[in-house]
């Protein structure tokens, strides 16, 4: 036994600690269905309240509710679909609707930027008999945590809050850089006299990799196969070296630096080849393989992000290869081209430097939490 540590049902927690259920130390509530029809979107009384349901944002709702007009002082849960299980703390009354459990709180017994961390740590009791994951008012009033004294619970409180503000900041600087960037782009990418109308035909051939059979790969492997649901997100599925070399010698593939693009899903999205070794999935991920002499793979890349895709009328459902060709831009010369690739990829560099900040940032800010939460550092 670790030193001035219990055991207890939850664990290794401090002696001072005690272990008590939600329901114990609060009143546990489930919002319920009200017409939204009734609501407005500015609070034209003292006795209407901000409507909170169970989706992770606010519906930017007013309203007043007698049956769920809920505490001052709580922590609202999303108990069913998007986002269920995470916390939210709150501060002034409230009307909760839908599925959003509400743990009304005493100050003076439970912080509740405390309670809303741990819960968004440790919570998991969802019930999944009737095929959809919900977390039950009843299972979470049953749900037993660990209870610091009220002092180092707003210590605790106050050092994550800090934390927050921290990645708070680092994710509004972000935004405003995307702003700024998205401002330059549409600036630096007016046509000009001296530019060219062209159709991405004419600058290049659309090209994909060979097909690649189910059988063909398998959940580990060697080389990583990209298909459109985890297009520029983590892989799941892979092909042998075999295959690859294979594929990669008798059929099409990437250049580093061609922009890749997604024909079905997200249509057009785009993710520059960095020359890893990894293989993609034919007809939904496309490449241009455009002529450097016309347009760089720099410049495509930001002309590919804006471009507007030709269609008959209605929504593309995907992104077939006589749309891509036929697709124009305006191309400007090849010096042209380099300068605003230039300035848009040094803030692209900039927004990733933040970005990568932000990583670390949530990254610390959990380590603090599964140290903090759970009693193995001390702030008091």
């Not at 401090?14 to 939204?36: K, S, T």
């Not at 169970?54 to 001052?72: C, E, M, Q, R």
């Not at 790969?217 to 196969?225: A, D, K, L, N, V």
Request: hydrophobic share 35%; net charge negative.
């Amino acid at each position: 036994m670790v030193k001035g540590m219990q055991q207890t049902d939850i664990g290794l927690i401090p002696e001072d600690w005690e272990v008590v259920m939600i329901g114990e130390i609060a009143n546990v509530v489930v919002g319920g269905d009200v017409d939204l029809n009734t609501f407005s979107e500015v609070q034209d009384s003292e006795y209407t309240y901000p409507i909170y349901s169970n989706t992770v944002t606010n519906y930017g709702l007013y309203g007043y509710s007698s049956d769920y007009k809920s505490n001052a002082y709580a922590v609202t849960i999303v108990g069913r679909g998007i986002g269920i299980g995470k916390a939210f703390k709150r501060n002034g009354r409230f009307t909760a609707i839908g599925r959003l459990i509400v743990v009304e709180l005493s100050k003076n017994i439970v912080n509740n930027t405390f309670l809303e961390n741990y819960i968004n740590s440790y919570l998991e009791i969802y019930d999944e008999s009737g095929g959809i994951p919900q977390l039950t008012g009843i299972a979470l009033a049953k749900y037993q945590i660990p209870l610091p004294p009220l002092p180092e619970q707003e210590a605790i409180a106050n050092a994550l809050s800090d934390a927050d503000a921290w990645i708070e900041s680092l994710e509004q600087l972000i935004a405003k850089k995307r702003l700024i960037k998205k401002g330059a782009m549409q600036k630096l990418l007016t046509p000009k006299d001296d530019w060219e109308v062209k159709t991405l035909g004419e600058v290049g051939e659309v090209r994909m990799c060979k097909r690649v059979f189910q059988y063909q790969t398998s959940e580990y492997g060697e080389i990583p196969f990209y298909k459109i649901g985890t297009f520029g997100k983590t892989p799941d599925a892979f092909i042998t070296r075999k295959h690859y070399e294979d594929f990669k010698s008798r059929f099409f593939y990437p250049n580093k630096g061609n922009i890749l693009i997604s024909a079905a899903g997200t249509i057009g999205k785009t993710v520059v080849y960095d020359g890893e070794e990894s293989y993609f999935q034919d007809s939904n991920i496309v490449w241009i393989e455009n002529q450097e002499k016309i347009v760089t793979d720099a410049f495509l890349k930001y002309v590919l992000d804006v471009i507007k895709y030709n269609t008959e009328g209605g929504t593309i459902q995907r992104l077939y290869n006589s749309i891509l060709r036929s697709t124009m831009f305006h191309c400007p010369p090849l010096s042209e081209q380099t300068r605003i690739a230039t300035i848009l990829s040094d803030m692209d560099t900039e927004i990733e430097a933040l970005e990568a900040q932000l990583d670390k940032a949530r990254q610390i800010k959990q380590g603090m939490m599964q140290e903090l939460l759970t009693g193995r550092i001390r702030l008091l």
